[in-house]
Each structure stands twice: as C-alpha cells, then as structure tokens.
C-alpha cells in the first residue's frame, strides 16, 4: 500500500468507527469490507481489522464499566467458549480463494441481521427479557467466536442481532454486553493470528489512533451509556 494511502485510509477508518459506535458496534465488518475492496491481502485484512476491533471494543467496555452498566452475568455465557473458539479461529489461515468468499458471505450476513435488527418493531421489545438458556448461549458464543475469528469481522455484529431476536437481553445490555464480547472475540483471535503480526501495515499505529478519535468525537455509545445528559455525564 502507497504511504500516500494511508491518511484517507485513516479518514475512512474514522467514520467507520464512529457510525459503528453509535450503534454499539466496534467497526470489524466496515474495516474488512474497505479493505477487502481496496485489494488488502488477506492475512492484513484479518490481523488490522482485529487489531483496530480490539481498540475500539476496549475503549466501549471502558465507558460501560466506568458509567456502571456493564453486568458480567450476561456476558459469561457467551465469553465463556466464544474466548477459546476464537483463539482458534484465529489461528486458522484461509486460502485467499477461499477467504475472499467466505468473508463476502459473512459480511452480507452481517448487512442481514443488521437491517433486521433496524426493521424490528419496537413492540417486541416491550417484552420482560428472558434468561438465555445455558447450551444456547455457550454455542452461540462458540460458533460465532470461530467465525469471526477466522475471518476478522469482530463478532459483536453477529451477537447482538441474536440477543434481541431471542429476547435473551435488554437493547442497553445488549450494547454492553456485545461491547465486551468483542473485546474478548478480537483479543483472543489476535492473539490466535500471532505468527501473522508481520503482516500489519506500517501505517496501523495512524489507523488505531483514527478510529479512537471516532469512538471519542462520535455519538454516545449507542446511546445506552448515558440515555440522558449526554455522553460526558458517564465521566462523572
């Protein structure tokens, strides 16, 4: 990639984060999808996007922490096989004839739930929210912890759609709870993807720095931080 790329790279990867945060995602999907039609390599694809996931993930469980909205109670469940499944799928390296498929199907997976998620009505969320049941929630966190860490897309994306769609969370704990899954998802298939680290474009320290300022300059954290006063009262 030209060194001349890099700044609109990072411009892009700023709004990115910033339209995905204000929807209490992390981004993965929108990096894999630039990158993908940019013509990255594969394995700089999956180690950037997880990389550049794993920041803004952090950066959203941090809000939710500090503002006292964040349960672990919901999140074990699917962390508690969603971490070690994404180890491994990050460790598995795809074929660019494959990859390029598979991450093409993911992402229009991923364009599905959440446009069934937008198109939800909102009397199905009157409903009291239910418990997950236990199998349930441990192989939801495991099938989508290993799909999305072989292909980079974060997981959080994949997650909450299901959440809603079975009733198993509130839309403010799903936030938080899809804000911490994608911490441990990214962070787990990064350092599954160890032996491929090298392959990180030189210009990624910009980029991490890009998609910060978009989580910090952008709207509140899917506006379930702070529902009312703005995001500045969760510092408070």
């Known amino acids: ?9 990072a411009a892009a990867f700023f709004l990115i984060a910033l339209v995905y945060a204000s929807v209490g995602q992390a981004g993965a999907t929108g990096y894999v999808a630039l990158m993908a039609w940019l013509g990255f390599a594969p394995l700089a694809m999956k180690t950037t996007a997880l990389a550049l996931n794993l920041l803004v993930a952090a950066i959203g469980t941090a809000l939710f922490l500090r ?5 672990w109670r919901h ?18 390296q795809l074929p660019p004839g494959l990859y390029f ?4 199907l993911v992402l229009l997976a991923a364009a599905a ?3 069934r998620s937008a198109l939800r009505r909102p009397a199905s969320a009157e409903a009291a929210p239910r418990h997950p049941p236990f199998l349930a929630a ?7 912890g290993f799909v999305s ?37 990214s962070g787990a298939a990064l350092l599954g993807a160890f032996a491929w680290w090298g392959e990180m474009p030189p210009a990624l320290p910009l980029w991490l720095v890009a998609v910060a300022l978009g989580v910090w300059r952008g709207p509140c954290w899917a506006a ?7 995001c500045a009262s969760s510092w408070r």
């Open 75 to 92: 999140v074990w469940p699917y962390a508690a096989l969603g971490f070690p499944f994404s180890l491994l799928g990050g460790a598995v």
């Open 67 to 71: 503002a006292g909205r964040l349960s």
């Open 224 to 230: 379930a931080i702070c529902p009312s006063g703005g």
């Open 113 to 115: 739930q959440m446009a």
């Open 101 to 104: 498929p598979v991450v093409g």
């Open 1 to 9: 990639m030209p060194d001349s790329d890099a700044l609109p790279l």
């Open 138 to 144: 441990l192989a939801t966190g495991a099938v989508i």
């Open 149 to 185: 860490g072989t292909t980079g897309t974060g997981g959080g994306v994949f997650l909450a759609p299901v959440i809603l769609a079975m009733n198993w969370a509130t839309a403010r704990q799903t936030a938080a709870l899809t804000a911490v899954y994608n911490l441990m998802n």
